[in-house]
Protein backbone atom coordinates (compact mmCIF):
# COMPACT_ATOMS: atom_id res chain seq x y z
CA UNK A 1 0.00 0.00 0.00
CA UNK A 2 1.01 3.28 -0.64
CA UNK A 3 0.04 7.17 -0.13
CA UNK A 4 1.87 9.12 -2.39
CA UNK A 5 -0.74 11.71 -2.39
CA UNK A 6 -1.14 12.95 1.48
CA UNK A 7 -2.19 16.54 0.51
CA UNK A 8 -4.40 15.71 -2.12
CA UNK A 9 -7.43 13.65 -1.81
CA UNK A 10 -8.74 11.53 -5.03
CA UNK A 11 -12.30 11.30 -5.46
CA UNK A 12 -13.02 8.53 -7.81
CA UNK A 13 -16.62 9.26 -9.36
CA UNK A 14 -17.90 5.95 -10.38
CA UNK A 15 -20.23 5.92 -13.18
CA UNK A 16 -22.91 3.23 -13.44
CA UNK A 17 -21.55 0.53 -15.13
CA UNK A 18 -18.29 1.67 -16.36
CA UNK A 19 -16.13 -0.77 -15.22
CA UNK A 20 -15.85 1.18 -11.47
CA UNK A 21 -16.40 -1.89 -9.36
CA UNK A 22 -13.04 -3.43 -10.27
CA UNK A 23 -11.71 -0.36 -10.30
CA UNK A 24 -13.20 0.06 -6.79
CA UNK A 25 -11.40 -3.13 -5.73
CA UNK A 26 -8.28 -2.49 -6.53
CA UNK A 27 -8.03 1.35 -4.87
CA UNK A 28 -9.02 -0.37 -1.90
CA UNK A 29 -6.03 -2.79 -2.11
CA UNK A 30 -3.94 0.30 -2.63
CA UNK A 31 -4.38 2.82 0.33
CA UNK A 32 -5.04 1.83 3.83
CA UNK A 33 -8.55 0.75 4.27
CA UNK A 34 -9.70 3.29 7.24
CA UNK A 35 -8.93 6.18 4.82
CA UNK A 36 -11.04 5.06 2.18
CA UNK A 37 -14.55 6.57 2.50
CA UNK A 38 -16.68 4.40 0.34
CA UNK A 39 -20.62 5.26 -0.87
CA UNK A 40 -22.78 2.07 -0.26
CA UNK A 41 -23.83 0.67 -3.59
CA UNK A 42 -27.09 -0.40 -2.17
CA UNK A 43 -28.14 2.74 0.00
CA UNK A 44 -25.96 4.99 -1.98
CA UNK A 45 -28.79 8.00 -0.64
CA UNK A 46 -28.37 7.42 3.03
CA UNK A 47 -24.46 6.78 2.18
CA UNK A 48 -23.95 10.00 -0.03
CA UNK A 49 -25.93 12.16 2.58
CA UNK A 50 -23.97 10.80 5.40
CA UNK A 51 -20.75 11.76 3.25
CA UNK A 52 -21.64 15.14 2.58
CA UNK A 53 -21.94 15.99 6.73
CA UNK A 54 -18.78 14.30 7.89
CA UNK A 55 -17.42 16.91 10.26
CA UNK A 56 -14.24 18.16 8.49
CA UNK A 57 -11.56 16.21 10.92
CA UNK A 58 -13.30 13.14 9.26
CA UNK A 59 -13.08 14.24 6.04
CA UNK A 60 -9.25 15.20 6.46
CA UNK A 61 -8.08 11.96 7.48
CA UNK A 62 -9.68 10.57 4.02
CA UNK A 63 -7.26 10.37 1.05
CA UNK A 64 -9.53 8.24 -1.09
CA UNK A 65 -13.35 8.85 -1.88
CA UNK A 66 -14.96 6.31 -4.22
CA UNK A 67 -18.66 5.55 -4.98
CA UNK A 68 -22.01 6.32 -6.97
CA UNK A 69 -22.38 10.35 -6.13
CA UNK A 70 -22.32 13.32 -8.39
CA UNK A 71 -19.61 15.60 -8.50
CA UNK A 72 -19.48 18.27 -6.42
CA UNK A 73 -17.24 16.62 -3.03
CA UNK A 74 -14.39 18.85 -3.12
CA UNK A 75 -16.19 22.14 -2.31
CA UNK A 76 -16.51 20.30 1.08
CA UNK A 77 -12.99 19.47 1.44
CA UNK A 78 -10.48 21.36 3.43
CA UNK A 79 -7.79 20.71 1.22
CA UNK A 80 -7.21 19.83 -2.38
CA UNK A 81 -8.64 17.27 -4.50
CA UNK A 82 -8.72 15.63 -7.89
CA UNK A 83 -11.27 13.32 -9.58
CA UNK A 84 -10.98 10.33 -11.81
CA UNK A 85 -13.61 8.50 -13.53
CA UNK A 86 -14.30 6.10 -16.82
CA UNK A 87 -16.98 6.78 -19.21
CA UNK A 88 -18.49 4.51 -21.27
CA UNK A 89 -20.48 4.18 -24.74
CA UNK A 90 -23.96 4.86 -23.58
CA UNK A 91 -25.78 2.19 -25.84
CA UNK A 92 -22.94 -0.25 -24.44
CA UNK A 93 -23.64 1.00 -21.24
CA UNK A 94 -27.21 1.05 -21.03
CA UNK A 95 -27.42 -2.81 -22.31
CA UNK A 96 -25.53 -3.71 -19.82
CA UNK A 97 -27.57 -2.19 -17.11
CA UNK A 98 -30.62 -3.56 -18.28
CA UNK A 99 -29.39 -6.95 -18.25
CA UNK A 100 -27.57 -6.65 -14.98
CA UNK A 101 -30.81 -5.67 -13.60
CA UNK A 102 -32.77 -8.46 -15.06
CA UNK A 103 -30.24 -11.26 -13.96
CA UNK A 104 -29.57 -9.84 -10.31
CA UNK A 105 -32.40 -11.39 -7.85
CA UNK A 106 -31.26 -8.58 -5.28
CA UNK A 107 -31.79 -5.11 -6.80
CA UNK A 108 -34.87 -3.35 -6.17
CA UNK A 109 -36.04 -3.24 -9.83
CA UNK A 110 -35.46 -6.90 -10.47
CA UNK A 111 -39.26 -8.04 -10.69
CA UNK A 112 -40.00 -5.16 -12.59
CA UNK A 113 -37.90 -5.30 -15.01
CA UNK A 114 -39.08 -9.19 -15.92
CA UNK A 115 -41.90 -7.48 -17.82
CA UNK A 116 -39.53 -4.94 -19.67
CA UNK A 117 -37.98 -5.65 -23.12
CA UNK A 118 -34.92 -3.50 -23.26
CA UNK A 119 -36.46 -0.62 -25.85
CA UNK A 120 -39.26 -0.54 -22.67
CA UNK A 121 -36.46 0.05 -20.41
CA UNK A 122 -34.38 2.52 -22.30
CA UNK A 123 -37.22 4.86 -23.19
CA UNK A 124 -39.20 4.85 -20.22
CA UNK A 125 -36.78 4.73 -17.59
CA UNK A 126 -35.93 8.31 -15.82
CA UNK A 127 -32.65 7.23 -15.44
CA UNK A 128 -31.09 8.57 -18.80
CA UNK A 129 -27.89 10.29 -19.66
CA UNK A 130 -27.01 9.37 -16.39
CA UNK A 131 -23.24 10.18 -17.21
CA UNK A 132 -23.78 13.66 -17.91
CA UNK A 133 -25.96 14.24 -15.05
CA UNK A 134 -23.41 13.08 -12.31
CA UNK A 135 -20.78 14.73 -14.06
CA UNK A 136 -22.35 17.90 -14.37
CA UNK A 137 -23.17 18.08 -10.55
CA UNK A 138 -26.45 19.69 -10.98
CA UNK A 139 -29.59 19.96 -8.49
CA UNK A 140 -30.32 17.48 -5.49
CA UNK A 141 -28.92 13.98 -5.66
CA UNK A 142 -29.96 11.72 -6.45
CA UNK A 143 -33.33 12.55 -7.41
CA UNK A 144 -31.81 15.23 -10.29
CA UNK A 145 -31.10 11.51 -12.12
CA UNK A 146 -34.71 11.33 -12.77
CA UNK A 147 -34.75 14.88 -14.29
CA UNK A 148 -34.62 16.61 -17.22
CA UNK A 149 -30.77 16.83 -18.95
CA UNK A 150 -30.08 19.47 -21.84
CA UNK A 151 -27.51 21.44 -23.53
CA UNK A 152 -26.57 23.17 -20.29
CA UNK A 153 -25.92 20.42 -18.28
CA UNK A 154 -24.11 18.93 -20.68
CA UNK A 155 -22.05 22.48 -21.04
CA UNK A 156 -21.37 21.54 -17.04
CA UNK A 157 -20.33 18.41 -17.44
CA UNK A 158 -17.58 18.87 -20.00
CA UNK A 159 -16.19 21.81 -18.00
CA UNK A 160 -15.87 20.05 -14.74
CA UNK A 161 -13.79 17.36 -16.53
CA UNK A 162 -11.54 19.84 -18.10
CA UNK A 163 -11.39 21.51 -14.50
CA UNK A 164 -10.92 19.38 -12.02
CA UNK A 165 -10.20 15.65 -13.45
CA UNK A 166 -6.90 14.71 -13.46
CA UNK A 167 -7.91 11.22 -15.43
CA UNK A 168 -10.57 10.29 -17.44
CA UNK A 169 -10.67 6.81 -19.10
CA UNK A 170 -12.71 4.64 -21.37
CA UNK A 171 -13.91 1.70 -19.95
CA UNK A 172 -13.33 0.02 -23.45
CA UNK A 173 -9.54 1.06 -22.67
CA UNK A 174 -9.69 0.08 -19.17
CA UNK A 175 -6.05 -1.20 -18.28
CA UNK A 176 -5.03 2.03 -20.36
CA UNK A 177 -6.12 3.62 -17.41
CA UNK A 178 -4.65 1.84 -14.89
CA UNK A 179 -1.34 2.54 -16.55
CA UNK A 180 -2.48 5.89 -16.08
CA UNK A 181 -3.15 5.67 -12.40
CA UNK A 182 0.15 3.80 -11.92
CA UNK A 183 1.81 7.22 -12.86
CA UNK A 184 0.00 9.41 -11.45
CA UNK A 185 -0.60 8.15 -8.28
CA UNK A 186 1.74 5.22 -7.38
CA UNK A 187 -0.51 2.96 -7.50
CA UNK A 188 0.61 -0.87 -7.55
CA UNK A 189 -1.81 -3.45 -8.97
CA UNK A 190 0.52 -6.02 -8.37
CA UNK A 191 -2.85 -8.20 -8.88
CA UNK A 192 -6.18 -7.61 -10.27
CA UNK A 193 -9.81 -9.80 -12.18
CA UNK A 194 -12.80 -8.17 -13.22
CA UNK A 195 -15.72 -7.82 -11.10
CA UNK A 196 -19.31 -7.44 -11.75
CA UNK A 197 -18.99 -8.32 -15.21
CA UNK A 198 -22.34 -8.75 -17.78
CA UNK A 199 -20.91 -9.78 -20.74
CA UNK A 200 -22.15 -13.45 -20.14
CA UNK A 201 -25.79 -12.85 -19.36
CA UNK A 202 -26.37 -10.06 -22.49
CA UNK A 203 -26.10 -9.73 -26.23
CA UNK A 204 -23.45 -8.05 -28.23
CA UNK A 205 -24.33 -4.09 -29.42
CA UNK A 206 -23.86 -4.84 -33.10
CA UNK A 207 -26.33 -8.61 -32.44
CA UNK A 208 -29.15 -5.63 -32.04
CA UNK A 209 -31.16 -3.91 -34.31
CA UNK A 210 -30.08 -0.69 -35.87
CA UNK A 211 -33.07 0.91 -34.88
CA UNK A 212 -32.98 -0.61 -30.90
CA UNK A 213 -29.59 0.86 -30.89
CA UNK A 214 -30.66 4.26 -32.47
CA UNK A 215 -33.77 4.21 -29.75
CA UNK A 216 -31.42 4.05 -26.73
CA UNK A 217 -28.85 6.80 -28.61
CA UNK A 218 -31.18 8.94 -28.83
CA UNK A 219 -32.68 8.89 -25.47
CA UNK A 220 -29.33 9.54 -24.05
CA UNK A 221 -28.10 12.00 -26.78
CA UNK A 222 -26.49 13.81 -24.43
CA UNK A 223 -24.40 10.86 -23.10
CA UNK A 224 -23.31 10.55 -26.43
CA UNK A 225 -21.97 14.15 -27.19
CA UNK A 226 -20.50 13.75 -23.61
CA UNK A 227 -18.99 10.41 -24.48
CA UNK A 228 -17.90 11.87 -28.08
CA UNK A 229 -16.44 14.94 -27.12
CA UNK A 230 -14.06 12.51 -24.15
CA UNK A 231 -13.34 10.08 -26.84
CA UNK A 232 -11.94 12.34 -29.57
CA UNK A 233 -9.76 14.30 -27.14
CA UNK A 234 -7.91 11.03 -25.95
CA UNK A 235 -5.16 10.81 -27.64
CA UNK A 236 -4.20 14.29 -26.07
CA UNK A 237 -5.16 13.12 -23.00
CA UNK A 238 -2.51 10.15 -23.23
CA UNK A 239 0.33 11.98 -24.88
CA UNK A 240 2.20 13.70 -21.75
CA UNK A 241 2.54 10.31 -20.42
CA UNK A 242 4.84 9.59 -23.56
CA UNK A 243 6.51 6.19 -23.59
CA UNK A 244 6.42 5.81 -19.39
CA UNK A 245 2.15 4.42 -20.33
CA UNK A 246 3.43 1.73 -22.77
CA UNK A 247 5.89 0.27 -20.47
CA UNK A 248 3.46 0.52 -17.55
CA UNK A 249 0.68 -0.88 -19.80
CA UNK A 250 2.67 -3.95 -20.52
CA UNK A 251 2.80 -4.72 -17.00
CA UNK A 252 -0.82 -5.63 -16.57
CA UNK A 253 -1.32 -8.49 -18.66
CA UNK A 254 1.19 -10.07 -15.68
CA UNK A 255 -1.38 -8.99 -12.90
CA UNK A 256 -4.49 -10.69 -14.43
CA UNK A 257 -2.75 -13.73 -15.32
CA UNK A 258 -3.67 -15.00 -11.92
CA UNK A 259 -3.95 -19.35 -11.40
CA UNK A 260 -7.70 -20.44 -10.12
CA UNK A 261 -6.06 -20.32 -6.53
CA UNK A 262 -4.77 -17.17 -6.38
CA UNK A 263 -7.47 -15.92 -8.27
CA UNK A 264 -9.93 -17.24 -5.74
CA UNK A 265 -7.68 -15.93 -2.85
CA UNK A 266 -7.94 -12.16 -4.25
CA UNK A 267 -11.24 -12.61 -5.15
CA UNK A 268 -12.39 -13.19 -1.05
CA UNK A 269 -9.71 -11.03 0.33
CA UNK A 270 -11.44 -8.50 -1.74
CA UNK A 271 -14.52 -8.89 -0.51
CA UNK A 272 -12.95 -9.21 3.51
CA UNK A 273 -11.44 -5.68 2.42
CA UNK A 274 -14.50 -4.16 0.70
CA UNK A 275 -16.88 -5.12 3.83
CA UNK A 276 -14.28 -3.73 6.47
CA UNK A 277 -14.30 -0.41 4.40
CA UNK A 278 -18.04 -0.61 3.99
CA UNK A 279 -18.54 -1.13 7.79
CA UNK A 280 -15.97 1.41 8.18
CA UNK A 281 -17.84 3.87 6.17
CA UNK A 282 -21.26 3.58 7.45
CA UNK A 283 -19.89 4.58 11.37
Given at each position: ???????????????????????????????????????????FRWSHRKLMRLPPQRLARVLVFK???????????????????????????????????????????????????????????????????????????????????????????????????????????????LAAFKLLFGWNIARYVHFNVTAS???????????????????????????????????????????RLREELESIPSAKALGRVASALY?????????????????
Amino acid sequence: MNDPTPDRAIIFLHLPKCGGTTLNRIIEWEYPAMRIFSVDPSYFRWSHRKLMRLPPQRLARVLVFKGHMPFGLHARLTRPATYITFLREPVERVISEYYSILHHRLHPQHRRMQTLSLEEYATGTPHHNVQTKLLSGRGDYPDFLAGDCNDETLALAKENLAKHFTFVGLTERFDEGLAAFKLLFGWNIARYVHFNVTASVRPKKDSLPAATQALIAERNKYDVRLYEHVKCAYADVLRPFGDRLREELESIPSAKALGRVASALYVTGSAVRKAIIRAHSAL
